[in-house]
């Protein structure tokens, strides 16, 4: 009876998430990748092509289990952020990964852009409700929620470091509050209504 294949293709999967959010495309090597798999290169490529192609569907299937993971409700963007944040702490890989697609594949992913015409969508039609600011067309909205959902992850190791009594991979206890705040005041609809 031959080997699943289904199995197989999971364990490239897990591993190519594990390299690429380590060492980005350039500095991922798929010897590393097979080894981890306990599969050989000729199955990766079979599978999945090149390493390019590769990471493409890692970044894009990371992006689209994260959008799964955090229900969207354009009326609630402070609670999707705050939902998102904690994802994001509890799969840091996750934002490495997408850091490394922003630097070394710098191209729209179909099923992202997808995904994000769906959200930007529901914020015009909220914003067409008056319940949320117009302040920001729908794309800046977003993109302005999204930075502030990793902010502190962003941020440079020197400046978190200069907060005082907390680890700097970890952002400070009340930092979560305070980005929820922060997404409110961004969104929160201030024109008087009729």
Do not use: C
């Not at 294949?5 to 060492?23: C, G, M, N, P, V």
């Not at 000729?42 to 299937?61: I, M, N, P």
């Not at 909205?141 to 902010?151: D, N, P, R, Y």
């Amino acid at each position: 009876m031959p080997p699943d294949a289904s199995q197989t293709k999971r364990r490239i999967l897990d591993a190519a998430s594990k390299e690429f959010a380590r060492y980005g495309l350039a500095g991922a090597r798929v010897d590393r990748i097979a080894a981890n798999a306990k599969a050989n290169k000729r199955s990766l490529y079979v599978h999945f092509g090149t390493k390019e192609e590769l990471f493409d569907l890692v970044v894009a299937q990371t992006l689209l289990e994260l959008a799964d993971a955090a229900s969207f409700d354009a009326a609630a963007l402070p609670q999707y952020a705050g939902a998102l944040f904690d994802i994001l702490q509890d799969r840091p890989d996750a934002a490495r990964l997408t850091t490394w697609a922003l630097l070394e594949r710098p191209q729209p992913i179909e099923a992202e852009v997808d995904s994000y015409r769906m959200k930007i969508a529901a914020i015009l039609e909220e914003q067409s409700r008056g319940t949320l600011s117009t302040a920001h067309d729908a794309v800046s909205l977003l993109a302005m929620v999204l930075a502030l959902v990793t902010s502190w992850t962003n941020a440079s190791w020197s400046l978190r470091a200069l907060h005082e009594g907390t680890d700097p991979a970890m952002p400070p206890a009340d930092f979560r509050a305070k980005m929820i705040a922060a997404v409110e005041a961004l969104t929160r609809n201030t024109a008087p209504s009729d």
